[in-house]
């Protein structure tokens, strides 16, 4: 995993993911605000819009991973209105932390 980020040819896929994901695999969301099952607006994951949006940016280097094939299928099975707007809430949380 950690070989993929520097373009080494061993890592199999990046390491992203979305916060049920975390949630299912850790306890850092037991005490936290926002809700793993939202993807847009005020109580959203932050994790859920920034893990699409990943996918999304970066699927033209991305897409022939055939370990990413369900993911991007799911991607395209969103209507284009809800991929907007999981996209605009991706660039807003980014625009907060830069």
Same mark, same amino acid.
């Given at each position: 995993?950690?070989? $993929?980020?520097?373009g080494?040819?061993?890592?199999?896929?990046? =390491?992203? *993911?979305?916060?049920? =994901?975390?949630?299912?695999?850790s &306890? =850092?969301? *037991? !005490?936290?605000?926002? *809700?793993?099952?939202?993807?847009?607006? &005020?109580? !959203?994951?932050? $994790?859920? !819009?920034l893990?699409? &949006? $990943? /996918?999304? @940016?970066? @699927?033209?280097?991305?897409?022939?991973?055939?370990?990413?094939?369900?993911?991007?299928?799911?991607?395209?099975?969103?209507?284009?209105?809800?991929?907007?707007a999981? /996209?605009?809430?991706?660039?807003? /949380? /980014?625009?907060?932390i830069?």
């Open positions: 995993m950690s070989q $993929f980020g520097d080494g040819l061993p890592g199999s896929k990046p =390491y992203v *993911s979305s916060g049920s =994901y975390i949630n299912r695999m &306890d =850092y969301c *037991s !005490a936290c605000a926002y *809700s793993v099952q939202v993807r847009v607006g &005020d109580k !959203a994951c932050p $994790f859920n !819009a893990y699409w &949006d $990943f /996918l999304a @940016r970066h @699927r033209d280097r991305l897409k022939g991973n055939h370990r990413l094939t369900m993911l991007y299928r799911t991607w395209d099975s969103q209507s284009s209105e809800d991929q907007a999981v /996209l605009t809430q991706a660039q807003k /949380l /980014l625009r907060q830069v």
